[in-house]
DNA sequence: CGACCGAGAGAACCGGCGTTCTCTACGGTA
DNA sequence: TACCGTAGAGAACGCCGGTTCTCTCGGTCG
């Protein structure tokens, strides 16, 4: 068996079950069981497990961008290309096996022991919000929009895991929208009506009723 | 010792060592060692392992919801109260040794092996979920507003913990300051200038530029 | 054809951990 | 004082899992 084969065999199994049980839940016998592959050959490819998880959260982060990426160059109007992302967020919340976001979990089981762990959480995440800003900055938006999509969406996607249910994902996007609204509204407001307060970006135009 | 105390005392070293580290990380003995209970007994009060870990998120679920309470009754305006749930969280989440949701982690740990910790995940993330909707309903503002701000709360309580910061919580305050205006200002819309576009709750109100 | 290299299967090693057991000491009681 | 129940300290037990080693076998090259 070739080396590249039996990597991605053994990433495949990695995925299919430290994303299904938890990491720590999963012995190297099971990747072992499940890939084909020998624990020689494993221990050839990945010193130890750690590195193993390491490769695993590296390959699932880079498909699982491309992947969103994929869907939202289906569309070209910049607003649609945002509510877009939440579009995806439910297709994936709602595939069977859906347990969550592979990082967060993995966060909470070794964030705190292994460095390496959380360097790959840091980086998807980092990532993902990257992406979200470039998405509302080629929209027009301002910046702040950027971090409050990425929170619902955070939000989305532990709370479908844990309701196994698709559902917060329509709820984000509904929130999405109307924030954009509201972003937009502000932006308006801004320029014509009210040019002094622009500087204040704070909840001064929200708090009167 | 009396036999509350060293349950106390258990339970506190249960907390302080299972969310700090994960709860795989932490070993019985270790339990013993910070708390100063005897293996002995601790097998009287906890049979298992999984049963310590089932108080701990109990214990942590009653304290929680009730500094919760504490916080958002010091005011009595109903939106203010709502704010206040953010106004909470980002105190939360500034605190030393803050790692994100107890609940989100433990799940993400042991959701897919452990059916009392799943209980107790569901369990906790209802009542703040109903908590918060009974905000919502208070303020006379439409349910989905709950379940929007739901999202936004577990997004900033998961991302502060990822980046070691409290501007998560921040963010969504102010988007959910944002939310909570355009969802009364879709509630004056429709009373006044277009009551009959008052059924569709979706986004045909936003769409439009 | 024979020596060698690499790979796979599985045992072996070693440490860790959940759980239980033993031993000792102590405090209360007749 | 002698007895007894209890509690704590720590060892012991079994199992599991990460990692390494051994043995065997098939293919390759001289």
Not at 176 to 197: I, M, S
């Given at each position: 068996?070739?080396?590249?084969v039996?990597?991605?065999r ?15 839940s999963v012995g190297?016998?099971?990747?072992r069981?499940t890939?084909g592959v020998?624990?020689?050959?494993l221990?050839?490819l990945?010193?130890?497990k750690?590195?193993l998880?390491?490769a695993y959260?590296?390959?699932r982060d880079e ?5 969103l990426a994929?869907?939202v ?20 919340c709602a595939?069977?096996g859906?347990r ?11 964030g705190a022991?292994?460095?390496r762990?959380?360097?790959q959480?840091r980086a998807?995440k980092?990532a993902?919000?990257a ?9 027009g938006l301002?910046?702040p ?6 929170l619902?969406a955070?939000g989305?996607m532990?709370?479908a895991g844990?309701e ?5 994902a329509?709820q984000?996007?509904r929130a ?9 509204w502000?932006?308006?407001d801004r320029?014509?009506?009210?040019p002094?307060?622009?500087a204040?970006?704070g909840?001064a135009?929200v708090r009167?009723?």
């Amino acid at each position: 068996m070739d080396t590249e084969v039996a990597r991605a065999r053994a990433l495949d199994a990695a995925e299919e079950l430290f994303y299904g049980r938890g990491i720590q839940s999963v012995g190297m016998d099971d990747i072992r069981g499940t890939s084909g592959v020998s624990l020689k050959r494993l221990y050839q490819l990945f010193p130890a497990k750690e590195q193993l998880v390491e490769a695993y959260l590296q390959r699932r982060d880079e498909r699982w961008r491309q992947r969103l990426a994929e869907y939202v160059d289906r569309h070209t109007d910049p607003v649609e290309r945002l509510l877009a992302v939440f579009e995806w967020l439910r297709e994936s919340c709602a595939e069977p096996g859906f347990r969550g976001c592979a990082w967060i979990n993995s966060y909470g089981e070794l964030g705190a022991t292994s460095p390496r762990v959380l360097a790959q959480v840091r980086a998807h995440k980092q990532a993902f919000k990257a992406y979200l800003a470039g998405l509302v900055g080629d929209a027009g938006l301002p910046a702040p929009l950027g971090d409050q999509l990425f929170l619902l969406a955070e939000g989305a996607m532990v709370t479908a895991g844990m309701e196994a249910s698709p559902a917060p994902a329509d709820q984000a996007r509904r929130a999405a929208e109307l924030l954009l609204a509201a972003h937009r509204w502000r932006e308006t407001d801004r320029e014509t009506a009210d040019p002094g307060r622009a500087a204040g970006c704070g909840d001064a135009g929200v708090r009167r009723r």
